[in-house]
């Protein structure tokens, strides 16, 4: 019984912050899209002039508890490294819609494996959460453009991630 409701509760947090996950991921590769970055990177300010936080932070926030820094961080410099390995084989490239060869994409799903792994190992909603913003994000990734776009998102992750989840 106790499996169940976790289980359960892991699918109800899951279906709560998809549509959040989906707004950044999708807003953020989205051309010509300098509110939408604003409303995901930066956060917009109410009608009495409060600052609301950004849709990054506010996600990162529903993380706290299940996610540590250390793993993130972990995952991040892995994407780092087959990011660096791109550009250092193709200068020149990170403006280019060309698409990414076959063994960088073989590299960043190698990358979601690992988390889809440790994801089984830890069992927690938040950490099933971080999973689906990896999957969202290396699914957009194709052109050498693309990810560009995808290493600035997840350094920006990484930015509020080490504010909010330490």
Known sequence: MGKEKGKNEKESFLNEVKPTIQDIVEGFFRENNSEELVKILVGTTDGEGKVKES???E???RL????SFTKVRKYYEQFLSIYEEAFREHPGKKKDDGPLP????VKLYLLKSHVVYDEARERSKEFAAFKEFINSLIL??????????????????IGYAKAKLD
Not at 64 to 67: D, F, N, P, S
Not at 102 to 105: K, M, P, S, T, V
Not at 140 to 157: D, G, M, P, S
């Open 55 to 57: 849709l990054l932070e």
């Open 64 to 67: 706290k508890g299940g996610l």
């Open 140 to 157: 957009k990734v194709n052109t050498f453009k693309a990810l560009e776009k995808a290493k600035n998102l997840f350094e920006a992750f």
């Open 59 to 61: 996600f990162i926030s």
């Open 102 to 105: 076959a063994e960088i994409l």
